[in-house]
């Protein structure tokens, strides 16, 4: 296999408002984040709610440019591609599929967009070609006519994945595809998806927070916390054999059906992280159980093995070549 994207040193800081009468400061979104996904694979990237991963989603599309790092694809800096070169060869599918459509275009027109901006064909060429489409991902030709508002979420959701593959685009990037709809519908989309990937030759990118849809659809995950990679492993070994204790805590946070086992315990405490003042050392040890004094002085690296990659000093290779901050 060949690597089709590869992200390097990746850093992205916004300046944000303290207070009324305070400075600004800086919010480092993502910190140094190294990614490379293989030609038809699925990349599935996890964490809580402001590790980064929109913000690492919106870089790789070239919507927010790095404040440091490169991002290739091909072996190509995106930097030196065109807009237009850029989107068709990698396209989003959104969290929302109502409000990333036009609510006054018809379904058609929604998808025929991409082609109507980069000058492909007719317009009865374009809209042929929409129809395909949206006959490909499963809604019959006579929705080509219909608003958004008519339609079910899963329909929508349906509408922004041909809009995406019209393009014939190599890479997708799928920011939460499936949170905003009912789980029998995330069903179906998964499984949409995963055919589209087999018959288009796809290669995904896949941010969500739900571990049982990455379990699912990704054949590889990188586990993100306070904007950075802290455990990257094939999807098998990561669920079978977590290594960190992020990643084994956000396993454990995992509802069952199973009534007597009550809600789970993660152990990581109710405070969240502070990505404006981030703990030195391992920006993980003030909720980890496992710390030890290194925790506090030394950030770990990711480093790698036959089984993944992570960043912990309870692995010594990691000890070894911590950087200390």
């Known amino acids: 296999m060949t690597t089709l994207i590869r992200a390097d040193g990746l850093y992205r800081?916004?300046?944000v408002k303290a207070g009324l009468f305070q400075p600004q400061q800086l919010l480092h979104a993502v910190n140094g984040v190294d990614i490379a996904v293989e030609r038809s694979?699925?990349?599935g990237i996890v964490g809580e709610s402001g590790c980064g991963k929109s913000t690492l989603a919106r870089m790789l599309l070239g919507l927010t440019p790095p404040s440091a790092g490169a991002i290739f694809i091909d072996g190509q800096d995106i930097a030196t591609l065109g807009r237009l070169e850029l989107?068709?060869?990698?396209q989003p599918v959104f969290q929302d599929p109502y409000s990333s459509l036009n609510p006054r275009r018809s379904v058609a027109a929604i998808v025929a967009f991409p082609l109507e901006v980069h000058g492909i064909g007719t317009r009865s060429e374009r809209r042929a070609k929409a129809i395909e489409m949206l006959e490909r991902v499963g809604l019959p030709p006579r929705y080509a006519d219909s608003t958004p508002g008519q339609l079910s979420g899963g329909q929508r959701q349906r509408v922004g994945i041909a809009r995406a593959l019209v393009m014939n685009p190599e890479?997708?990037?799928?920011?939460?595809?499936?949170?905003?709809?009912?789980?029998?519908v995330q069903a179906q989309i998964l499984n949409l998806l995963l055919d589209?990937?087999?018959?288009?030759?796809?290669t995904y990118v896949f941010i969500s927070h739900n571990l049982a849809v990455v379990e699912h659809i990704a054949t590889q995950v990188a586990v993100m916390y306070l904007g950075r990679v802290v455990e990257f492993a094939p999807t098998a070994t990561l669920f079978a054999r977590p290594r960190h204790p992020y990643t084994r805590a956000l396993l454990a946070s995992v509802l069952t059906p199973d009534t007597s086992l009550g809600?789970?315990?993660?152990?990581?405490?109710?405070?969240?992280?502070?990505?404006?003042?981030?703990?030195?050392?391992c920006p993980f040890h003030p909720r980890c159980p496992q710390r030890m004094a290194s925790c506090e002085t030394q950030r770990p690296a990711l480093v790698g093995d036959g089984a993944g990659e992570v960043a912990c000093h309870l692995?010594?290779?990691?000890t070894l070549?911590?950087?200390s901050t």
């Open 196 to 202: 589209l990937r087999q018959e288009f030759n796809l």
């Open 315 to 318: 692995y010594p290779a990691a």
């Open 171 to 184: 890479i997708v990037v799928c920011d939460e595809p499936t949170s905003a709809l009912d789980v029998s």
């Open 321 to 323: 070549q911590g950087a």
């Open 87 to 90: 989107a068709r060869r990698i």
């Open 13 to 15: 800081s916004f300046s």
């Open 263 to 281: 809600i789970p315990e993660t152990g990581l405490g109710l405070s969240f992280p502070d990505p404006i003042h981030p703990p030195a050392g």
């Open 41 to 43: 694979e699925v990349l």
